[in-house]
């Protein structure tokens, strides 16, 4: 991508949008950032910009594409970061004459490296940008999905939304017990020790981001559905003292899932090496 370029941000005093900044200006880009606490307003941000990104939650970034959108030239692009993308994609695409690109980093905003990293690209309109952007975390060291819009939302409702659920649940049940975590270390294993680090991850955040990742997604409530339709089908077999039926069950998954179990165990054995110095039963 040529170095005279120049990207605007707006939401850029954000976490994700200052660790887009420095992508950006890591790859010789001229990066405008417009924000809360920056004179420079988005318009004129947008104005001296070839690239407008919006860095925003979802609500603010359709009323941000409404706004910036008319003022971008048929050969700029106008971009966001959000975790959904089929609205804000439409958004974008009704309020420009510009190229649409929806873009989701799937990871938190401060990457040490994007050596491995997931990026989704979502092109709505246009071609030249969105090989652009993927040369840009390509040369990064990303993985770049293109993905329709619709169907990201699809993939991000079992990914993020029954993801997390499955965190909060597990959290819930812990505070239904009156049983908090540091009673249970003691008892848990490593792989429970992993798993209640990730409850306190989720609730060490902004819990409203994953409360509008389940609750925005239009196809979570599906989702939701199966997984609980399926969580039923296990508590019958595994309480009812049916267990050769749960044995051929999971065989039945092992099966489906192939080769990637000792990829996963591979992988899982290194998470809980770093986590307690030695991996150890689940």
């Given at each position: 991508m040529e170095s005279d370029f120049t990207f605007g941000i707006f939401g850029g005093t954000g976490q994700m949008g200052r660790w887009f900044e420095k992508l950006l200006q890591d790859q010789g880009h001229r990066v405008l950032v417009s924000g809360r606490r920056t004179e420079l307003t988005p318009e004129e941000m947008a104005r001296q910009s070839h690239v407008v990104v919006l860095s925003l939650p979802l609500p603010a970034a359709l009323a941000a594409a409404e706004t910036l959108g008319p003022l971008l030239a048929p050969d700029s692009l106008l971009m966001d970061l959000c975790s959904l993308k089929a609205e804000v994609c439409r958004k974008m695409e009704a309020s420009t004459?510009?190229?649409?690109?929806?873009?989701?980093?799937?990871?938190?905003?401060?990457?040490?490296?994007?050596?491995?990293?997931?990026?989704?690209?979502?092109?709505?309109?246009?071609?030249?940008w969105a090989g652009r952007l993927s040369d840009l975390f390509t040369r990064a060291g990303a993985e770049v999905q293109v993905c329709d819009p619709v169907a990201h939302d699809q993939k991000m409702a079992l990914v993020q939304a029954v993801n997390h659920f499955i965190t909060i649940t597990l959290a819930r049940t812990l505070h239904k017990m009156d049983l908090h975590p540091e009673e249970i270390l003691p008892f848990s294993t490593p792989l429970f020790r992993l798993k209640l680090s990730l409850v306190g991850r989720l609730f060490a955040q902004d819990v409203r981001l994953y409360r509008d990742l389940i609750s925005e997604n239009p196809f979570a409530g599906d989702m939701l559905d199966r997984f609980m339709e399926t969580a039923g089908e296990l508590s019958g077999l595994f309480s009812g003292n049916r267990g050769d039926e749960a044995e051929r069950l999971l065989g039945e998954v092992r099966e489906f899932l192939g080769g990637f179990c000792e990829t996963g165990k591979r992988k899982s054995d290194g998470c809980l090496k770093a986590l307690d110095g030695e991996p150890g039963e689940g």
């Open positions: 004459r510009a190229e649409v690109v929806g873009c989701h980093p799937l990871f938190g905003p401060a990457p040490e490296s994007l050596s491995g990293q997931n990026v989704v690209l979502c092109p709505v309109r246009g071609r030249n």
